[in-house]
């Protein structure tokens, strides 16, 4: 023997015993067995030359937990070594330089000895129910190396239970194999066991079915030769019954349902490779409190106790066991989620109230809110402050969360009114021309009116200089001093705001207060200038009417209209606040509104150096409207205000009026008649605007024609005759409709 190969190896001993394989001679039998252990080699009854067969015994030695492993197989795995060596465990025993190999090559095992004493090849397997044959083919490639014979190579297979010990007849009661050949091709089989050159088969029908064993094919390299080896292929179990395929469907994800929730299970899956077998199945949770409505359906429904926050996570296990007894166990995971919301309920009807005591804040009851989830309880919050601030719409959140921390929310919209109003009507005057001029009357529809604090220390007196409708521009839009395009004098921060309706009314909602109420618009198209009026002493609990007055006189000139009241808004006076010349002859008209009893007489005193072309003009009010129209002259006299004095009488009852008309020069008009335009700048009496030419629908503002002149005269050829403008002006007059107000 070559002591060389079993330096170091599991071999125990290597024994030389008498065997009856001949009845003629004593041939030797060389036992070799193979245990954890190394106690050494020697050769026992006989000279170790004279051993003829090679055989090796192996020991079990299998712990508890690999056996349980095994049985969880039924079957060879990758039989036909399709897959490599997968399902198989290749061991080499010794070797120095060139120890031995065991790999696959063209889908068979290939055993190779090189310098190593003992190489194996081995898969444990449960023995099926009716199992017959045990078949797989041996291929002598390359062969066996006869360069030493001193004890000769042999290729053997052995068929071994969890001991150790044989489960089929061996051919030889002292060996463990039931298949040997040796390197001079003599053949060694148990009973049972046939082999045609190739194919070796093995009788199992006296294997007891569930049986783990070991299938071992070894190549011995005793002596020391190196080039050894055999191949395997086609290793076949003939006959018996297949064991069933487990499935037990895919991951279950599901939702909360309510307090129990049901899931519909699927082994339908499972299948088992014998024809015409039947499955049985058997059902099993971990789930705590589950239970399944029948457990031995392929489909069964596993009804689980689901409540927020402690949703199940857990297993189903499924055993399919086929007619045979063969059976498969396979398990899946049961995740019950909760993703959604909970219902929440709040009646979310904007709230509106008022800051009655004008305090600046105000308690406000609010709707309550339920909610309400089919897997837990239901906590509502809200984010409602102790007291809300007036002139301020504040959202109050509600938000329902679960259990499981979904949430779902639902808005209120509080708004606190401030405890004053001002109530705005806002009208475009188009006045005619001649001294008793028609007019047309309109609303001032979408424009934004806004209130501004005018009180002592506030924008509007300090950084834009004052109230005064010089000064309207820059509290509403800025002034730009410094010409780069954006203002750098205001603008002022309005209080409130309101639009007008289709009436040109709207209500501006402000705290107590002194005001400035101011329309302007930066593109100069529906308010070349801004429209203001003061509303001084706002009490809380008030409601004051104002009035924004537009008149654009014949010459397509606007101005912001002034309006005076007299007992009370029984006569409204609207007169310009201001005119600019372009020419040396200027319209000056005052419109009149309120009862018919009302007789009006205006008187003009312009400066010096202009003239008017009345020194007083008379109106009766009828239908409730009235107006008288002067024509003033430039005569090249200084620039000043006209003085005006309005006298109206009702009853017997005579109010008087004082008031006056400033007066602007265009750049241009001014320079054509040789004033000083730096003094005027100085004076800040230059002002450039160029007239609009439309209304807000497009339609013209100014009548066909140039001036008209005073009642019954008639216009100049390009225009339509006074007949014809009185007649439009009666079809186009409209009045608004009239409000009592608290305060006037």
């Known amino acids: 023997m070559n002591i060389r190969k079993l330096r170091s190896y599991f071999l125990v001993s ?10 003629a001679g004593a041939n030797s039998l060389c036992l070799i067995e193979m245990s954890r252990e190394i106690t050494g080699a020697h050769c026992v009854g006989g000279p170790l030359g004279d051993c003829c067969v090679t055989t090796v015994r192996h020991h079990s030695g299998k712990t508890a937990s690999a056996k349980a492993a095994l049985r969880a197989g039924v079957g060879i795995v990758n039989a036909d070594f399709a897959d490599g060596l997968t399902g198989w465990t290749p061991t080499v025993r010794g070797g120095d330089t060139s120890p031995g190999e065991i790999f696959v090559e063209n889908e068979q095992a290939v055993l190779l000895e090189g310098d190593s004493f003992l190489i194996t090849l081995e898969q444990s397997f449960e023995v099926s129910g009716g199992l017959q044959d045990l078949s797989f083919d041996v291929i002598l490639a390359p062969g066996f ?8 190579d042999a290729f053997e ?4 239970d969890e001991t150790g010990a044989s489960v089929v007849l061996t051919w030889d009661p002292d060996a ?9 091709l003599s053949e060694n089989l148990g009973p049972g066991v046939t082999f045609d050159g190739q194919t070796v088969t093995l009788d199992v029908s006296g294997v007891p079915a569930g049986t783990v064993v070991t299938l071992y094919f070894d190549l011995i390299g005793a002596d020391a030769d190196t080039e050894s080896g055999v191949r395997i292929d086609n290793i076949t179990l003939v006959g018996g019954n297949e064991p069933p395929v487990c499935s037990a469907g895919e991951p279950y994800e599901i939702e909360c349902a309510g307090l129990e929730t049901s899931v519909s299970l699927d082994g339908g899956g499972s299948t088992d490779p014998d024809p015409d077998d039947t499955l049985s199945y058997a059902w099993t949770t971990d789930c705590p409190g589950a239970a399944f409505d029948d457990a031995a359906l392929p489909t ?4 689980l106790f689901t409540q927020c926050p402690d949703l199940p996570m857990c297993n189903v296990t499924l055993t399919v066991t086929d007619l045979a007894g063969a059976s498969a166990t396979c398990s899946s995971t049961v995740t019950v989620d909760d993703t959604t919301d909970p219902e929440i309920t709040v009646d979310t009807t904007p709230i509106t109230v008022t800051d009655i005591d004008c305090s600046g804040d105000e308690t406000v009851e609010l709707p309550t809110a339920t909610g309400t989830d089919a897997c837990g309880d239901v906590s509502i919050m809200d984010d409602a402050p102790t007291s809300f601030p007036a002139g301020e719409t504040t959202s109050v959140t509600y938000t329902a969360t679960d259990d499981c921390q979904n949430s779902s929310s639902e808005a209120v919209d509080v708004t606190v009114l401030y405890g004053a109003d001002i109530f705005v009507t806002a009208k475009r005057h188009v006045v005619q021309s001649g001294t008793h001029p028609g007019s047309i009357r309109e609303p001032l529809v979408g424009i934004d009116v806004c209130g501004y604090d005018k009180s002592e220390g506030s924008c509007s007196r300090e950084a834009c200089g004052g109230i005064s409708h010089q000064h309207y521009e820059c509290i509403a839009l800025g002034e730009d001093t410094d010409g780069d395009g954006s203002p750098d004098i205001g603008p002022c921060e309005p209080t409130n705001c309101c639009t007008t309706d289709e009436n040109g009314e709207c209500t501006i909602n402000l705290p107590p207060g002194d005001y400035i109420v101011i329309s302007a618009d930066a593109t100069k198209t529906v308010l070349p200038d801004p429209l203001g009026v003061s509303a001084s002493d706002l009490l809380c609990g008030e409601l004051e009417q104002k009035h924004l007055q537009q008149i654009v006189r014949d010459n397509g000139r606007s101005s912001s209209g ?13 007169r310009p606040d201001f005119v600019v010349w372009d020419q040396d002859l200027q319209p000056y008209p005052f419109l009149f509104e309120g009862d018919d009893e009302w007789d009006v007489s205006v008187s003009m005193a312009p400066p010096a150096g202009f003239r008017a072309d009345q020194d007083m003009l008379d109106a009766r009010l009828v239908d409730g409207d009235g107006a008288v129209q002067f024509t003033i002259r430039d005569e090249g006299g200084p620039v000043g205000p006209t003085t005006v004095t309005i006298e109206a009488s009702k ?4 109010e008087t009026v004082e008031s006056r008309i400033d007066v602007y020069l265009t750049e241009a008009y001014a320079r054509s008649q040789g004033r000083d335009v730096d003094t005027l700048e100085g004076e800040d009496l230059i002002k450039d605007t160029d007239p609009p030419t439309q209304d807000t629908d497009g339609d013209s503002l100014v009548p066909s024609g140039t001036m008209c002149g005073a009642a019954g005269s008639g216009c100049g050829p390009t225009g339509p005759s006074l007949a014809m403008i009185a007649l439009a002006l009666l079809s186009l007059r409209f009045v608004g409709p009239r409000r009592s107000r608290r305060r006037l």
């Open 14 to 23: 290597v024994v030389c015993l008498v065997s009856s394989l001949t009845t």
């Open 562 to 574: 002034a309006t005076t009241y007299v007992q009370g808004q029984s006569l409204l006076i609207i």
């Open 651 to 654: 009853g017997g009852r005579v």
């Open 157 to 160: 297979a052995q068929l071994l």
């Open 145 to 152: 190396d006869l360069a030493d014979g001193f004890m000769p």
């Open 300 to 303: 069964p429904f596993l009804t």
């Open 176 to 184: 463990t194999s039931f298949f040997n050949v040796q390197e001079d």
